[in-house]
């Protein structure tokens, strides 16, 4: 069997995996909206490890994104949104509604804001986006991300952390760390 044919059998829902799409062994990506807004042109876009599960989960990743998950991780109707780098370890939970963003997804900029929203309309007549900031997101292994929460461009969460459901991470979190809040904040160190 190909890498290709591989990946569109280990996709569950109405949408088959592209082609850029790796899916270890006994791990499924499922659900109907999973791949609707996944247009990277990299070669692999998305490779997930083994023995993991993302189940209902958006991928809306970028021309230029690209996404690693590693084994025994479960991704349940979270988020993912990526125009450069999203690195997931092994033994993560990413819970429901959880999103984690690489980049602001549009210029901060008022005037590039408009053109933007320009590129993005209907009317767009093959404008071009203009570029926005991204930067690199590692969620280290073993970590757990609750409900609601939010992980910004930028941020490592190190290994064997907690994020307790709504928290906003914008700063890194330190290994065996839970945290909590908008801004996120250490509010226990975790034995490892």
Known sequence: MSRRSEAAGAAGGASAAPPNVRIGPGSRVQGEQTFKRFRST??????????????????????????????????????ILCELEIAIGSYVMVSWN????????????????????IACSPLA????????????????????????????????????????PGSVLTQDVPPGSRVMGNPARVVERLVL
Do not use: M
Not at 135 to 155: C, F, H, Q, S, Y
């Open 125 to 164: 007549g093959g404008r071009r986006r203009p570029a926005v900031q991204a930067r690199r997101v590692v969620v280290e292994d073993d970590v757990w991300i609750g409900p609601n929460a939010t992980v910004l461009k930028g941020v490592r969460i190190g290994r064997g952390s907690f994020v307790e």
């Open 42 to 79: 990299r070669d692999p876009a998305l490779v997930v490890g083994a023995d993991s599960l993302i189940d209902g989960t958006h991928l809306a990743i970028g021309e230029s994104g690209a996404v690693v998950v590693g084994d025994h991780c479960y991704l349940s109707n979270a988020i």
């Open 98 to 117: 959880a999103t984690i963003a690489d980049s602001d997804f549009h210029p901060l900029e008022p005037a590039l804001r408009v053109l933007d929203a």
